[in-house]
């Protein structure tokens, strides 16, 4: 019993220690020069760029 | 959070094949605004890459080279908002678009995302081709994959 404790205890703290999968995914901006390097290899393809806020 | 939304699933999930790629940028405006509040759920379509942009950097230098963005054909163009970036916003360019000291081919942009992407959006006929209207003619925008392609831009026959 004292087992399954400890194990449940110890899955719980990674849970919560773990960033969230959503914000894992978002990368940061490497300032303009990402999205001109961006904006640059995508040559020949339309490009939408879309500047939002999250709320 | 609508502009994202709709262009999700008006623009990307109605026209699979359209041969467009997006940059989504994503920054605090609202007092609430947080990395953590990212709608990553909104926004999924494989074309469409993500950023969050702590300082805003993409939309404060957008805000301050509006003049400069040439040529611009569509969209309602105008940011009435007192802010210290550009937000809100989208900003279409043509596929031989280049950015040296300013990205050039601007097709359209405009405020709110949701009010002015929708009207181009609308115009939307498949996944090959789009039309929108300014300056009294109506243009064809292509969005066949480039391979072999001359012509990108031409008026609507």
């Known amino acids: 019993m004292k087992r399954l404790v400890l194990v449940a205890a110890v899955i719980g703290v990674l849970l919560a220690s773990a960033p969230s999968a959503q914000s894992s995914r978002l990368a940061h901006l490497g300032g303009v020069e990402e999205l001109k390097s961006w904006f640059n290899a995508g040559q020949g393809h339309p490009r939408l760029v879309l500047l939002l806020s999250p709320t | 959070m609508a502009g994202a939304r709709w262009a999700q699933r008006e623009l990307l999930e109605k026209n699979p094949k359209a041969d467009v790629r997006v940059f989504a940028i994503w920054f605090r405006m609202y007092p609430g605004d947080a990395e953590s509040k990212w709608p990553g759920q909104l926004l999924t379509d494989a074309r469409v890459e993500h950023r969050w942009d702590e300082p805003k950097s993409?939309?404060?230098?957008?805000?301050?080279?509006?003049?400069?963005?040439?040529?611009?054909?569509?969209?309602?163009?105008?940011?009435?908002?007192?802010?210290?970036?550009?937000?809100?916003?989208?900003?279409?360019?043509?596929?031989?678009?280049?950015?040296?000291?300013?990205?050039?081919?601007?097709?359209?942009?405009?405020?709110?995302?949701?009010?002015?992407?929708?009207?181009?959006?609308?115009?939307?006929?498949?996944?090959?081709?789009?039309?929108?209207?300014?300056?009294?003619?109506?243009?064809?925008?292509?969005?066949?994959?480039?391979?072999?392609?001359?012509?990108?831009?031409?008026?609507?026959?």
Do not use: H
């Open chain 2, 58 to 157: 993409a939309g404060r230098w957008f805000l301050t080279r509006l003049t400069s963005l040439r040529p611009s054909r569509g969209g309602d163009g105008t940011f009435p908002q007192q802010a210290d970036a550009l937000w809100d916003c989208y900003l279409m360019f043509d596929r031989n678009a280049v950015w040296n000291d300013t990205p050039s081919g601007i097709l359209s942009w405009g405020y709110t995302v949701m009010r002015t992407l929708e009207a181009w959006g609308a115009m939307i006929e498949n996944d090959t081709r789009a039309y929108y209207t300014a300056g009294g003619r109506v243009w064809v925008l292509d969005l066949e994959p480039a391979a072999g392609k001359k012509k990108r831009i031409e008026p609507k026959r």
